[in-house]
Antibody, heavy 121, light 113 residues
C-alpha cells in the first residue's frame, strides 16, 4: 500500500524557517518525481515544488523561489521542503504527493494527509 | 501560468440526479504530439486529502466508480457525476499539467439538495 506521511509543520514567526519531511512507503520511491502542494485555508490547491527521481531537476512556483528548497534522500525514501524567510501568506496545509507517471508534467495519484504550517507573530 | 476557472463555485443536486462541473483553461492543454489533454480531476472530501478521479481529461483512475466521467478537449472540460450519491459530497478540482507550474481550479463544492 502506498503511503506518504508528512511531518514538521508548526507555528513559526514571520521570517523564520521550517523543514518539512515526507516519508514514503509501498512503492519504489526512487522511480518517481515527488511534489509538494499546499492549500491555504479556504483557498485552492497550489503546487509548490517538485523534484526529479535523482534530484537533478527541481522546480518551484515563483512565490517561493529563493526561499524554499526541495530535496530528497532515496536511501531513506523521503522528500523534504526547507522553508525560510516565511511569510504569513505561506500559512497552509502542505501535502506531499507522487507524480502518477514518473514524469515532470503529471498529475498526482497519491497524497499524504498534510502537515500544517502557520506563520504568525 | 495557465489559469483554471471552474463553474459553478457551488452546486446542490438531489440524490440520484446528475451533477455537472465545468473547467476552462486560459490556454489549450492539448499536446499535439500525443493528442492528449493534460487535464485531471480530483475529489476532496471534508478533512481529507485530494483523491485523483480522472486524468488525460477522460481516463478514470483505478477504483473510481463509473458514475464519474470526464469529457472535453483543448480549453473546455466537464466532470459529470451521473447519479449523485451521499458519499460524493466534496469539493472537486480540475488541474492542468501541460506546463510548469501545474495549476488548479478554484474548486466546486457539491452538496445534496
Amino acid at each position: 500500500e502506498v503511503q506518504l506521511v508528512e511531518s514538521g509543520g508548526d507555528l513559526v514567526q514571520p521570517g523564520g524557517s521550517l523543514r518539512l519531511s515526507c516519508a514514503a512507503s509501498g512503492f519504489s520511491f526512487s522511480d518517481y518525481w515527488m511534489t509538494w502542494v499546499r492549500q491555504a485555508p479556504g483557498k485552492r490547491l497550489e503546487w509548490v515544488a517538485n523534484i526529479k527521481q535523482d534530484g537533478s531537476e527541481k522546480y518551484y512556483v515563483d512565490s517561493v523561489k529563493g526561499r524554499f528548497s526541495i530535496s530528497r534522500d532515496n536511501a531513506r525514501n523521503s522528500v523534504y521542503l526547507q522553508m525560510s524567510s516565511l511569510r504569513a501568506e505561506d500559512t497552509a496545509l502542505y501535502y506531499c504527493a507522487r507524480s502518477a507517471r514518473q514524469t515532470n508534467r503529471d498529475n498526482f495519484d497519491y497524497w499524504g494527509q498534510g502537515t500544517l504550517v502557520t506563520v504568525s507573530a | 501560468d495557465i489559469v483554471m476557472t471552474q463553474s459553478p463555485d457551488s452546486l446542490a443536486v438531489s440524490l440520484g440526479e446528475r451533477a455537472t462541473i465545468n473547467c476552462k483553461s486560459s490556454r489549450s492543454v492539448l499536446y499535439s504530439a500525443n493528442n492528449k489533454d493534460y487535464l485531471a480531476w480530483y475529489q476532496q472530501k471534508p478533512g481529507q486529502s485530494p483523491r485523483l478521479l480522472i486524468y488525460w481529461a477522460s481516463t478514470r483512475e483505478s477504483g473510481v466508480p463509473d458514475r464519474f466521467s470526464g469529457s472535453g478537449s483543448g480549453t473546455d472540460f466537464t466532470l459529470t457525476i451521473s447519479s449523485l450519491q451521499a458519499e460524493d459530497v466534496a469539493v472537486y478540482y480540475c488541474q492542468q499539467y501541460y506546463t510548469t507550474p501545474p495549476t488548479f481550479g478554484q474548486g466546486t463544492n457539491v452538496e445534496i439538495k
